[in-house]
Nanobody, 122 residues
């Protein structure tokens, strides 16, 4: 399973960006997908997850400003980021929990995308 993230870039304070992450490969099903971010010198943190049924959750720091969505027909998760602030500057990573076939039976694995850099200038 591979995750390919895109959409990062440089934006001014108050601007917007839309991140996309496409999953490819072989699986039985994809459970939750989500976005994490890691700012320089800080630990990676969860930004927002979305379940296969569309239930979402958000970190307090991004509530109201960010919207996560998912298109199961395209195996893609999106993150619409509005009213961006300099403190949103980070590398954003997508993640997927995948149910896949094992040598015997099946199991669940987590996969990460390569990360896309978002820089918000003041």
């Amino acid at each position: 399973v591979q995750l390919q993230a895109s959409g990062g870039g440089l934006v001014q304070d108050g601007g917007s960006l839309r991140l996309s992450c496409v999953a490819s490969g072989s699986w039985i099903s994809i459970n939750s997908m989500g976005w994490y971010r890691q700012a320089p010198g800080k630990q990676r943190e969860l930004v927002a997850p979305v379940t296969s049924g569309g239930n979402t959750n958000y970190a307090d720091s991004v509530k109201v400003r960010f919207i996560i969505s998912r298109d199961n027909t395209k195996n893609t998760v999106y993150l619409q980021m509005n009213s961006l602030k300099p403190e949103d500057t980070a590398v954003y990573y997508c993640n997927a929990d995948v149910i896949e076939r094992r040598r015997i039976g099946w199991g669940t694995s987590g996969y990460w995308g390569q990360g896309t850099l978002v820089t918000v200038s003041s």
